[in-house]
């Protein structure tokens, strides 16, 4: 053998590796970042946790909302037997069919990965399954959460309901763009009540665990040995201010009725109840809901999705007279004597052009302490036709009335409170009477329980308006630190004379004694309170309107109860918000022949009910 | 006489040796771990079956060992035919896998006819080489047909990949046997014209002109100039008609996919195992992310990692150290091996040891070269560390016959 080929060859074999050598070179040190990053690209995964959802708790500690778990059961089409569909069918309780259908699904859409095919399946037959895994190979199960309601109180409107996000939601980017919570298909929020307006501290931050996936995505090994996961953090429980035994009974009581009650707390603007009837039950919207259901719920005459309690506006009625003391008292308008001066009610008070508005009775001389306890319309009607209705609007305002509320509750409105120009604009002919209407809580106004429960809180706390709020507190489920709701505006004082508020509070105590709430006196606790009697349109029967407060001197609990086309007001709405409010300071409703009173009066009234003429 | 293992060439064994634990511990990292249960059922064992390929390999070794070289000579036109039958055999009743139909089932035992026809056409090849009469440029026509023949069965078979190693070797063994080196040179311009093609058909125009030049100057023959630049000139322009007109847009893809993996008509099918094998190879550093550990070979994401991109597994796991490793140890294999052939008297075993080399260097060269993206994906095994046991059996008998006939090379000579 000649050298030099020995040589050629010995070269090509050792040019050949050289050029293998420097690609590799090339590959795996000076494109290194490059390539790696495609690597990574193909194989790391972060996998969110989704945190517990926050669970919610009543003002006394008592669990109100928290996660049950669901179970779904997935096919894995590749390693799945298929002589073992009856057994599978059998023990999910559906035909064969249904079993074959949802395997050739998972095969079409990917043969190697679980395919989650039967969604909320009772605990029972997942646990049977479980049993006989060794057997039902390519079966696998995934548990999820949904939540659980533990009390008797509905609480629909307070609480709210969760959803699944939708397409629209996600692609609006509202949700997407918040980094504290990135939200994807299938995730759920909040859609109404505290599930909305709790939100990010309900679902907290998701964590992130980052692992190593295969070609068909599943996940291969832990990325770093986990040392880079996050755990999801920021998750909140929250801590309700709400009663859920006096939400129970006002939501008991509401039987055949429309209308809404709100309790607050005179010190703090906590919601102790907050009743919108009629509602509807949450657990509707844990499982799946069906179309139908949904329908319905929208088109019900009687509107349940709707939160009467923030939104439904209808005239105070006389529960508006102590607004209409105050605001007299403070303007002068009874004149020098003030508190002592009388207004003369011969039963009637004339408009003008001969016309004449209408009293309860003929009073005589009334001071504004007798004119509160009598309801009499004559002495609002005179003081009425005194004020500027600038003036009016003013201290309507001040007290809350005709704007929003400060309040962490989502949905509600301003409600009217007319002014001058109100008028002008949507009335060509205008006069006396109809402001002499707005002495006495008639005409056109509109106010929202939620409104007239803060103003009676005012009353009963002596002039401060609190914001009125559904959450005490929150609480860090990790850090355990406390939260107070945030968002919400200090308490504000009414700026009245503490004396003129304490003679509405005394006439308001008289109406609970000798006046027309006296059928609603909580037995042994002087309170204070005032019906109303809202005229409906449309020749439907009037609606009833109750505010209350107790125990007189130390005031605990204020609320504001209407109850629709249900008659006067110490006919359903008093009685309502008496029991209310004996079972928030008692703890219970001891029987006597008041309650006796009360319960019968609430549970027999009934609202006219709405047909498509009267509508 | 001397004692036989006097004669042995133990670095070469050590070598084979080192090389299949490598290919066992990567094939082993290819089809275990979290991801083994997504393969499929036969590749989950293809590491089990490795090492009883390897136990037959070593059974087979120690036969070929004993065997006396004259009966082997005497023998080799019967291997040939035989091989050739084997060849048509899987043609017409064989069984066809990934594409291929040369598979021949021997009740559960599966060969690959193109595998073992290596052994046979290298042993006839140097048959005629060896026993010529007259001058080598006589051997043309026979090296030609003995060649030619088993390729074009190959190519029937669908397998155009293993029909090109039996074309590769004729070059390799005519410059072994002492044929003009102008001729080694002409024959080369021919692949490399084509490669250039499909890079770049100006570059191969280039490449023609520069081969003129070189012609002119190592010759000073206006004949060989022009059978030099015909040789491009006719390379390319076959290369170009059979790229833009004769083959299937799928078989394009196959060839040019490598130039750019990543386009988008390449990244769903044939680009695919070229981006993941680069991207693997990428993430391998310069140490490797260890064994069992690499991202892509645990997540599967190269197709067919066991076999034919068996490398990646190495490139990934084992870093650029590891795969310099495992270079250095296919260099000492074939640099030993055409040492042994300088070695061997006897023209016959000295033919097959070169050849032998020449086999290695095809396979390593192409198989490495596709698993780094420097040529078109052509599926043809890695020596001794793809899964496969025709391959595996086929490469050890080459090798040794070549380790056979160094350890009897002084007995060759009174044979002549």
């Given amino acids: ?615 | 006489m001397r004692r036989w293992y006097k004669n042995l060439d133990f670095p070469i064994l050590l070598v084979w040796v080192a090389l299949c634990i490598c290919g066992l511990i990567a094939i082993y990292s290819a089809t275990h771990g979290d991801a083994q249960e997504y393969l499929l059922n036969t590749v989950q064992r293809n590491f089990q079956r490795q090492i009883v390929w390897l136990f037959i390999c070593v059974g087979a070794l120690s036969v070929i060992m004993l065997l006396p070289i004259r009966l082997l000579i005497r023998l080799t036109p019967w291997i040939y035919l035989a091989s050739m039958a084997l060849l048509v055999i899987a043609l017409v009743f064989g069984r066809e896998v990934s594409g291929a139909r040369s598979w021949v089932y021997f009740g559960p035992f599966g060969f690959q006819s193109s595998e073992l026809a290596k052994v046979g056409t290298l042993l006839m090849a140097a048959f005629i080489l060896s026993s010529r009469k007259g001058g080598i440029e006589s051997t043309a026509l026979p090296m030609v047909g003995v060649i030619a023949l088993p390729a074009i069965l190959v190519i029937l078979q669908n397998d155009l990949g293993t029909a090109l190693v039996f074309v590769g070797l004729i070059p390799i063994l005519w410059l072994w046997a002492g044929i003009r080196l102008r001729v080694v040179g002409l024959l080369i311009i021919f692949p490399i014209a084509g490669y250039l093609t499909i890079l770049d058909w100006t570059i191969a125009l280039g490449f023609t002109a520069v081969v003129g030049i070189i012609a002119w100057f190592t010759t000073r023959s206006p004949a060989w100039v022009t059978f030099g630049v015909l040789a491009g000139v006719i390379t390319l322009g076959v290369a170009s008609f059979a790229l833009n007109a004769v083959f299937q847009p799928h078989q394009v893809a196959r060839i040019e996919s490598f130039l750019n993996p990543e386009a988008d008509e390449y990244r769903a099918g044939v680009g695919f195992h070229l981006v993941q094998s680069k991207a693997a190879l990428g993430s391998g550093g310069w140490f490797g992310e260890g064994h069992m550990k690499g991202s892509q070979t645990q997540g599967r994401y190269i197709p067919e990692q066991s076999t034919d991109f068996v490398f990646s597994v190495i490139g990934e796991e084992w870093g650029f150290v590891g795969s310099i490793l495992v270079l250095l140890l296919f260099a000492i294999l074939m640099l030993r091996l055409v040492r042994l052939a300088r070695e061997i008297e006897h023209p016959f075993g000295s033919i097959v040891a070169a050849g032998t080399a020449g086999i290695f260097l095809i396979h390593i060269s192409v198989n490495i070269g596709m698993v780094l993206g420097l040529l078109p994906v052509i599926g043809i095994p890695l020596p001794f560390l793809s899964y496969g046991g025709s391959a595996l059996l086929t490469n050890t008998t080459l090798m040794g016959l070549a380790l056979a006939a160094y350890m009897r090379r002084s007995e060759f000579a009174m044979y002549i």
Wanted: proline residues 6%; aromatic residues 8%.
């Fill in chain 1, 1 to 615: 053998m000649t050298d030099h080929r020995y040589w050629l060859f010995t070269f090509a074999i050792g040019g050949a590796l050289l050029i293998l050598s420097l690609q590799l070179f090339r590959l795996q040190i000076t494109e290194q970042q490059d390539l790696s990053s495609i690597a990574r690209g193909n194989a790391l995964r972060d996998i969110r946790i989704i945190p517990a959802r926050g669970s919610i708790y009543d003002r006394n500690g008592t669990l109100m909302v928290d996660n049950h778990p669901t179970y779904t059961i997935t096919l894995t089409p590749r390693n799945f037997d298929r002589a073992q569909i009856p057994l599978l069918a059998d023990h999910l309780g559906v035909e064969d069919s249904i079993v074959t259908q949802q395997l050739e699904e998972a095969q079409a859409w990917n043969p190697y990965r679980p395919s989650p095919s039967f969604s909320n399946v009772p605990f029972e037959r997942y646990a049977r399954i479980l049993e006989d895994a060794y057997r039902l190979k390519g079966v696998g199960w995934e548990t999820g959460q949904q939540r659980h309601y533990s009390t008797n109180a509905r609480a629909s409107h307070i609480l709210g309901y969760t959803g699944e996000i939708t397409k629209a939601e996600l692609s609006s980017g509202s949700y997407a763009s918040a980094d504290t919570a990135l939200y994807r298909q299938g995730d759920i929020l909040g859609r109404t009540g505290i599930e909305k307006g709790y939100e990010p501290w309900l679902r907290g931050v998701p964590g992130v665990a980052r692992s190593w996936v295969n070609v068909h995505g599943l996940e291969v090994m832990k990325y770093a040995q986990g040392q880079s996961d996050q755990p999801p953090r920021q998750v909140y429980d929250i801590h309700l201010a709400l009663d859920h035994r006096v939400q129970t009974l006002a939501e008991s009581l509401f039987v055949n009725k429309r209308g809404a009650a709100v309790a607050l707390d005179p010190n703090t603007g906590g919601i102790i109840a907050l009743v919108s009837k009629p509602d509807y039950p949450l657990e509707l919207f844990s499982g799946d809901l069906s179309p139908q259901a949904w329908q319905d719920l929208n088109v019900h005459p009687d509107t349940p999705l709707y939160n009467r309690a923030s939104m439904n506006l209808m005239p105070p009625g006389s529960t508006w007279k102590p607004f209409m003391a105050l605001l007299a008292l403070s303007e002068g308008l009874l004149g020098d004597r003030g508190a002592e001066a009388t207004i003369f009610c011969n039963g009637y008070h004339p408009v003008g052009q001969g016309r004449f508005f209408r009293c309860l009775g003929s009073y005589g001389h009334q001071t504004v302490l007798e004119a509160i306890k009598n309801s009499c319309n004559t002495f609002f009607f005179e003081l009425a036709a005194r004020m500027d209705l600038s003036v009016f609007k003013q201290y309507a305002n001040r007290f809350g009335f005709g704007v929003e509320t400060p309040t962490d509750i989502r949905e509600q409105t301003a409600g009217l409170i007319p002014d001058s120009a109100y008028f002008n604009n949507t009335r060509s002919y205008w006069g006396k009477g109809d402001v002499m209407n707005l002495g006495v809580g008639q005409g056109h106004m509109g106010v929202t329980p939620l409104q007239l429960a803060k103003y009676t809180a005012a009353l009963a706390n002596g002039g401060t308006l609190h914001a009125p709020r559904m959450v005490s507190y929150l609480v860090n489920t990790q850090t355990g630190e406390k939260m107070d709701p945030p968002g919400l505006p200090d308490p504000t004082p009414l700026g009245i004379d503490t004396a003129y508020v304490n003679l509405v509070r005394r006439g308001m105590r008289l109406v609970m004694e000798e006046g027309t709430g006296r059928a609603s006196q909580i037995p042994d606790i002087p309170s204070a309170g005032k019906t109303g009697t809202a005229q409906a349109p449309r020749n439907l029967r009037d609606h009833s309107v109750f505010i209350m407060f107790a125990p007189f001197d130390d005031p605990q609990i204020a609320l504001a109860v209407q109850c629709e086309n249900t008659g006067d007001g110490s006919r359903c709405a008093a009685p309502i918000g008496s029991l209310m409010a004996e079972q928030y300071l008692k703890g219970e409703i001891p029987s006597s022949w008041r309650t006796d009173v009360r319960m019968d009066r609430a549970m027999t009234a009934i609202s006219q009910p709405l047909s498509s003429e009267n509508q």
